[in-house]
Structures are given as structure tokens and as C-alpha cells.
């Protein structure tokens, strides 16, 4: 089946780590990926990472993958409000002959002073 | 590049009414893609095309929906009749590779 769940909210202070989670079921994804949405705005690619890898790291983003498990973590160090957003998991799968993006739900993180 | 370009920026009309919603993808950008998000269902997409033509449109929700590209510029969302359950924000996005997308600022529909 194609599904991608994460939890909905998340809250942290300023300062410490974020860690957003998130699973997926397709094992023939070829890419996941990180979005960030702020309030009124589309949604901005963060990060991807190629399904052959464990882990990426791209400044204060850590994108680390368990293939056997289907499970993604993003991290955020020294979270900052600016971080505030609405975080968004995705996986393309491959079809018979389309690719195709399954977004999950959503994780709003919220960023305390 | 501008980026994904969406107008209206937002639409208040009423039930019944025709809606149309216009997205100028990047230039060299050979997918575009229909979203909608709401609360409650989270974002969906609707329908992408690839080089114009519609590859997926297994999201669209009914026949009052239809999306066109007549040119590798210009994409439109149409409902026809409009009703209040159509409430949500509409994101065009486009990408050179299918997966890597970028969203425009999105378009806020309201049906009275």
C-alpha cells in the first residue's frame, strides 16, 4: 500500500534538538524527502535523501534512514522560532510507469522562547 | 526564476459558481502538479501532468473538477459547479525530475 504517517505535533524549546519521525510502507521508494511549510505558504523542499543511504546531513538538518524498519527522522539542531513550521515526509514510489509522491500528514512543530 | 506562480491569491465565491485557478510552472519545468490541502484530509494531489499531458488524475475529486494545460506555460484547475466542501488551498507545484517539487504560494478558496 502507499502510506506515510508521522505524528502531528511536536513541541520543543529554543535551543534543544527536534527530532521528527515518520513511516512509510512502499519498499520500492526510490526517494524520501523533507518539506517545511510556514504559516500561509507552499511547501519548500528541506532535504531528500536517496533510498541506498543511511543518512544525510546538510548543516543543521540530520536526515537518517532505517530501510528495514520504513522509517525516516529528520532532526533539527539548536532549533530555532523560525523553525516553526508544519514539517511534511514523502517517499516517490515507483508505479508500472509513472513515479508518484505520497505525502504524509504533517507534523506541526512548535518552538517555545 | 519567480518561482511557481499562482493566481488569484485567494477566491470568495458563491455555490454554484465557476471557479478557475491558474498556475505558471517554472520555466523548464516539464511536470506540474495539483494539490489541495485542507485540515481535514491533510494535502492530496489531484492531478500531474508530464510534457502536458495528464499522467495521473485519479485524485480529482468528481466531474465538476478538470484541469488543463494547453502549453508548457500555463495550467488551469477549474470547478464547475462550485460547492462549500471545495473550501481549501490549492497549490500548484512544478518539477524538472518527478520528484522534486516545488510549490507555488498556493491559491485560498472560499465557497459561501
Known amino acids: 500500500g502507499e502510506d506515510v504517517e508521522q505524528s502531528l505535533f511536536l513541541s520543543v524549546r529554543e535551543g534543544d534538538s527536534s527530532v521528527i519521525n515518520c513511516t512509510y510502507t512502499d519498499s520500492s521508494s526510490t526517494y524520501l524527502y523533507w518539506y517545511k511549510q510556514e504559516p500561509g505558504a507552499g511547501l519548500q523542499l528541506l532535504t531528500y535523501?536517496?533510498?541506498?543511504?543511511d543518512m544525510k546531513q546538510d548543516q543543521r538538518l540530520t536526515v537518517l534512514l532505517n530501510k528495514k524498519d520504513k522509517h525516516l527522522s529528520l532532526r533539527i539542531a539548536d532549533t530555532q522560532t523560525g523553525d516553526s513550521a508544519i514539517y511534511f515526509c514523502a517517499e516517490s514510489i515507483m508505479k508500472t510507469s509513472y513515479d508518484k509522491v505520497i505525502f504524509g500528514p504533517g507534523t506541526s512543530l512548535s518552538v517555545i522562547p | 526564476d519567480a518561482g511557481v506562480i499562482q493566481s488569484p491569491r485567494h477566491e470568495v465565491t458563491e455555490m454554484g459558481q465557476e471557479v478557475t485557478l491558474r498556475c505558471k510552472p517554472i520555466s523548464g519545468h516539464d511536470y506540474l502538479f495539483w494539490y489541495r490541502q485542507t485540515m481535514m484530509r491533510g494535502l492530496e494531489l489531484l492531478i500531474y501532468?508530464?510534457?502536458?499531458?495528464?499522467?495521473?488524475d485519479s485524485g480529482m475529486p468528481e466531474d465538476r473538477f478538470s484541469a488543463k494545460m494547453p502549453n508548457a506555460s500555463f495550467s488551469t484547475l477549474k470547478i464547475q459547479p462550485s460547492e462549500p466542501r471545495d473550501s481549501a488551498v490549492y497549490f500548484c507545484?512544478?518539477?524538472?525530475?518527478?520528484?522534486?517539487?516545488?510549490f507555488g504560494p498556493g491559491t485560498r478558496l472560499l465557497v459561501l
Open positions: 535523501i536517496f533510498s541506498n543511504m
Open positions: 501532468f508530464n510534457n502536458n499531458v495528464p499522467i495521473d
Open positions: 507545484a512544478s518539477s524538472f525530475l518527478v520528484e522534486t517539487q516545488y
